[in-house]
């Protein structure tokens, strides 16, 4: 057996952003052999797609999926309807670019990879402080998830103890750079905008350009990444 | 505005099964506009997907949808899996069958396009009696997602009262075909078969063709559908 067969394997949900690259970084420094899971439900954004297999790539991982899951046929999101724009000012209460039920849905996909593995930790980018107040970013909703966990599979059932982690949940954008910028993450990598031009060049304006550059602007680093837009 | 104004829209999920076909039409019977969904996660029994639909052309629903996510890919399941026979004879403790997290997973995206939709009401025929033996069953599953969906989405956080109905959960297989057939399911296009043969024909020698065989038998009623064994 080799060495790996020494370490616990999860499965940790990678979309392509700051957040995420972040998250499995410190999955792997915490030793879990890391299972990426990006899920391709629709979004605009089709390049983060492609840098989250980038960020995997990068960090080193066990292993990688992208699943196909077609969202964007229920419309009712900005980040997967065409005809709703991503709003390029802040606005009050749950923006249009929430995905309905979004991290419920990846949550369970990344529930069913891990059982298939044997993996008792799921780890997730959520976070409940410089966000956009999606309601499936918050610690109540993460502890909900992981009741649920416990009672849905086998795994949960016959042994208990699935762990759904959200290291990130309690940190400001600011912290989260430099806890990644410690452990080495490749922020150059990474895409953050909603609507990003043909060359992946953020534009600067929407919630998650803004909420990124804020992290920046405050870690007292600069961004590898150009914008459009100025800062 | 025309009188289906005054309806609620509720979410039901059918599979193409026959608990599923009882429950569509319980919810129809109850007075909400129904909103079939159906996932193609890569189940062997392809035969399912187009029952759904004639199942919900039946009824008569407010919309159809087929979503198509590949849980295949990550192998693990009979249902999935073309390496793993389906069992031929009752198993102890959780079968092969079993699909990693399946129910979190429709669930979640019934939840989604409820959200869209602004249904406040799931239903599904999950059934802890005469069933397989899958935690994602179980009245404590149900309870445990319908605790999750209300910190999930927008609607469950803004108004509350998201409600997961699972009306078959605590009746047997024979209660169930009783009520659907005083409501006036036609079982003849319901498929439960794991493994059916080319034309459609069930095997009856699955657990799913097990547990129809006893249900119509305990209901003195006879099986509008043929099988290629003996019951």
Redesign the interface.
């Given at each position: 057996m080799s060495a790996a067969a020494d370490r616990l394997p999860a499965v940790v949900l990678v979309s392509g952003g700051l957040d995420s690259a972040t998250v499995l970084t410190m999955a792997r420094d915490r030793g879990f052999d890391c299972y990426a899971l990006t899920v391709d439900y629709g979004q605009r954004h089709r390049l983060e797609l492609a840098a989250a297999q980038q960020v995997a790539l990068a960090v080193g991982v066990a292993g990688q999926?992208t699943?196909?899951?077609?969202?964007g046929?229920?419309?009712?999101s900005a980040l997967t309807d065409p005809q709703l724009p991503v709003p390029d000012r802040p606005t009050d209460g749950?923006p249009t670019t929430?995905?309905?039920?979004?991290?419920?849905?990846l949550?369970?996909?990344a529930?069913?990879?891990a059982?298939?593995l044997g993996a008792m930790d799921l780890f997730i980018g959520a976070n409940a402080v410089d966000y956009s107040g999606y309601?499936?970013c918050?610690p109540?909703?993460i502890e909900?998830?992981e009741?649920?966990?416990n009672?849905?599979?086998?795994a949960?059932?016959e042994h208990g103890g699935i762990r759904i982690h959200a290291p990130l949940i309690r940190m400001t954008k600011a912290q989260i750079i430099q806890r990644g910028m410690q452990l080495g993450v490749d922020y150059a990598l990474t895409l953050s905008c909603y609507q990003p031009g043909s060359y992946g060049a953020p534009c600067g304006v929407c919630d998650a350009c803004r909420l990124r550059a804020k992290g920046f602007a405050e870690a007292g680093l600069r961004d590898p990444i150009v914008t459009n837009a100025a800062g």
């Amino acid at each position: 057996m080799s060495a790996a067969a020494d370490r616990l394997p999860a499965v940790v949900l990678v979309s392509g952003g700051l957040d995420s690259a972040t998250v499995l970084t410190m999955a792997r420094d915490r030793g879990f052999d890391c299972y990426a899971l990006t899920v391709d439900y629709g979004q605009r954004h089709r390049l983060e797609l492609a840098a989250a297999q980038q960020v995997a790539l990068a960090v080193g991982v066990a292993g990688q999926r992208t699943v196909t899951l077609d969202l964007g046929q229920f419309g009712g999101s900005a980040l997967t309807d065409p005809q709703l724009p991503v709003p390029d000012r802040p606005t009050d209460g749950i923006p249009t670019t929430y995905v309905p039920a979004r991290n419920t849905v990846l949550l369970a996909i990344a529930l069913s990879w891990a059982e298939v593995l044997g993996a008792m930790d799921l780890f997730i980018g959520a976070n409940a402080v410089d966000y956009s107040g999606y309601p499936d970013c918050r610690p109540e909703y993460i502890e909900a998830f992981e009741r649920l966990a416990n009672v849905a599979t086998r795994a949960g059932v016959e042994h208990g103890g699935i762990r759904i982690h959200a290291p990130l949940i309690r940190m400001t954008k600011a912290q989260i750079i430099q806890r990644g910028m410690q452990l080495g993450v490749d922020y150059a990598l990474t895409l953050s905008c909603y609507q990003p031009g043909s060359y992946g060049a953020p534009c600067g304006v929407c919630d998650a350009c803004r909420l990124r550059a804020k992290g920046f602007a405050e870690a007292g680093l600069r961004d590898p990444i150009v914008t459009n837009a100025a800062g």
